[in-house]
């Protein structure tokens, strides 16, 4: 008989990953987990009840705030605050970073970025949705209120990230940096059980996720690889295989696990990249890097290696298997 292993047993057994976290970081992930479970629920009966749709507000990024992205917005904030380990949260929906009220947490050591639902427009046509979060160490002393520059450290610095995919199963995925570990939500017993241990990407794939819609605004290097991946090549298997759901933690699991790359590239309307460096754009280089892949904003320019500036900056995306990844440097070189 297959033995379950939980979430919560796979942390107590690798806390030697972590050893000066004394527990700490096994409680961020309590509350992870436990705002993991709430928001299953309400996206798993989202069309019974009246939480779909746009809540009628937009969010910093100029979004239409869906009533779900606040609903998880509030239940991720109040989880992490609970446990005192967290002194301070950035996340989409909010415009400046969160801190608690004044004498809470202020000895929290580490802070959380989130996109609390990402591909959240898919909601109200049942399309899978996804958490991002990623954790680090703060800079600023223990016992003093946290600072901006808590928040804008490089990616590599990163002690944890991960995501929650709500599909037709919902999963916990994450890293500590040592390996990437998938955990699947049994919702009869309440728990996140491993089933999918030491993920590691395809070294090639078949698939390439674009929005071939904003083709026409693409840089020439970035036009010149998506008609490369369309030619016929029995050697390179291609043509590949066009897949995108317009779900950034749907399309980057699909790939983790059968290989493949997303891109997500400048353009006319996005100049910088539409995608947020440190709650969208870091936690998945994070991933994929653990997982033996790749992600790169330019030719040469690791995602993990950017020096925030804004808490919500974009950068380009180009993350998936290292040859893929690689193949498709060599072209926006060439076109430069
Ligand atoms: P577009 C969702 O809004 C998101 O941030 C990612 O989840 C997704 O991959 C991307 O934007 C989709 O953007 O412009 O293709 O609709």
New binding site residues.
Partial sequence: MKMIKTLGEFILDNQKEYPDASGELTSLFSSIRLAAKILHRQINKAGLVDITGAAGAENVQG?QQQKLDIYANEHFKNALAQRGVVCGIGSEEEEEYVTFEETKNLDGRYVVLMDPL??S?NIDVNVSVGTIFSVYQRISPVGTKVTEADFLQPGHKQVAAGYVIYGSSTMLVYSTGNGVNGFTYDSTIGVFALSHPNLMVPEDGAIYSV?EG?YVHFPEGVKKYIKYCQEEDESTQRPYTSR?I????S?FHRNLIKGGIYL?PTSSRYPDG??RLLY?CNPMAFLIEQAGGKAISYPGKRILDIEPTKLHQRCPLFVGSPNMVDKLAQFIEAAD
């Fill in positions: 979004e990402d591909g427009s929005n904003n995108y317009g779900s950034l933690v399309d997500y539409k995608l969208e």
